[in-house]
């Protein structure tokens, strides 16, 4: 399995930027797809879930700003976000995920090189 993360660069506070991820080697449809991202000096959190649905969840730092989706034909989830604060600046990185029985969720395969994320104010 490969992870392929991009769409990262420096932006403005208050602008856009759109990151996707593509998986190589696996069946992309059938899973859950996650993107995770992890600041300088912090631990990685979840950022957004996808289920192979389409339903989709979203940490509440960036609930309202930011949107996941996915193309299955193109084994690829992306993530567009807008209003983008300096707070979302980090490594963005894109994982298969399983959901545990407490709800929280699980990356699966080992972790791609991700994509920088620089929000300037």
């Known amino acids: 399995v490969q992870l392929q993360a991009s769409g990262g660069g420096l932006v403005q506070a208050g602008g856009s930027l759109e990151l996707s991820c593509a998986a190589f080697g696996i069946v992309f449809s059938a899973y859950t797809m996650a993107w995770y991202r992890q600041a300088p000096g912090k631990q990685r959190e979840l950022v957004a879930v996808?289920?192979?649905?389409?339903?989709?969840t979203y940490a509440d730092s960036v609930k309202g700003r930011f949107t996941v989706a996915r193309d299955n034909a193109k084994n690829t989830v992306y993530l567009l976000m807008n209003s983008l604060k300096p707070d979302d600046t980090a490594v963005y990185f894109c994982?298969?995920?399983?959901?545990?029985?407490?709800?929280?969720?699980?990356?699966?395969?080992?972790w791609g090189q991700g994509t920088q994320v620089t929000v300037s104010s």
């Open positions: 994982n298969k995920v399983s959901r545990r029985t407490n709800g929280s969720y699980l990356p699966a395969w080992p």
């Open positions: 996808i289920t192979r649905g389409g339903s989709t």
